[in-house]
């Protein structure tokens, strides 16, 4: 009990901090705000091409989420014990964990909305990757609605590889809801899991091409 309570403190210490920063020093815009459920589970999904990818997502919802992150990123121990202090589901990108999963799955039936970078990483290029079967498999399973989300500027604002944040406008663009009910496949349960990833990835595309330039 006494975990949670310093759980959520810490998110919404670190999601206005971060909020305020994006704000003063980029500029920071969100369009289509009202596609975000204000009740119940969803899936929030976005394009990875920056670490401020996560804290532009945050920002974006006015509800507290749970991010997916990769277990590679909790080498430094300080971050680790910053991503666990908000509640991150640290999964093991290695190797299939079915643990996580369950609990990630347990989470959306609770009501708790997630975020998750289908691609699983950062595009090295800024061009949408290929997605990972991961999104698609918790989408499905939960059947929770997944919010397409498109991020723009952070990929200038802190460039892979960078030490240093860059003057640019950082805006997320959020897309309409995509009801996995409304998905109908015969096939084998991994293809379908990783199809659903690819439709996601697609709307997330499309919402970039519309908005990106």
């Known amino acids: 009990m006494l975990y949670k309570i310093y759980s959520a403190i810490a998110y919404f210490i670190s999601r206005n901090l971060f909020k305020i920063g994006l704000l003063v020093f980029f500029k920071y815009r969100v369009t289509g705000r009202e596609n975000i459920p204000k009740k119940g589970p969803f899936i929030m999904a976005s394009n990875h091409v ?3 990818d996560p804290p ?3 920002a974006a919802s006015r509800k507290r989420l749970y991010f997916i ?6 080498k430094n121990r300080l971050l680790a014990f910053w991503y666990k202090s908000v509640g991150c589901l640290i999964i093991k990108r290695e190797e299939s964990d079915h643990s996580m999963m369950k609990k990630i799955l347990h ?3 609770e009501g708790k909305p997630i975020a998750i970078f ?3 990483t950062r595009s090295e290029d800024g061009a949408i990757k290929e997605p990972l079967s991961g999104a ?5 399973k939960s059947q929770a609605p997944v919010i397409p989300c498109f ?5 200038k604002a802190l460039p892979r590889g960078a030490k240093a944040f860059k003057k640019s406008g950082v805006t997320v663009y959020v897309g309409s809801p ?5 998905f109908k496949f015969e096939g084998k349960k991994k293809d379908s899991y990783r199809l659903f990833s690819k439709k996601i990835m697609n709307c997330i595309a499309q919402i970039g091409k519309r908005y990106g330039d």
Do not use: N, Q, R, W
């Open 118 to 120: 289908p691609e699983g």
């Open 136 to 140: 698609g498999f918790i989408a499905l």
């Open 107 to 109: 989470y959306l039936k």
């Open 69 to 74: 992150s990769s277990e590679h990123l909790c």
């Open 56 to 58: 532009a997502i945050g």
């Open 151 to 155: 991020v723009k500027g952070t990929e």
């Open 178 to 182: 995509i009801d996995p009910k409304d």
């Open 50 to 52: 920056s670490y401020m």
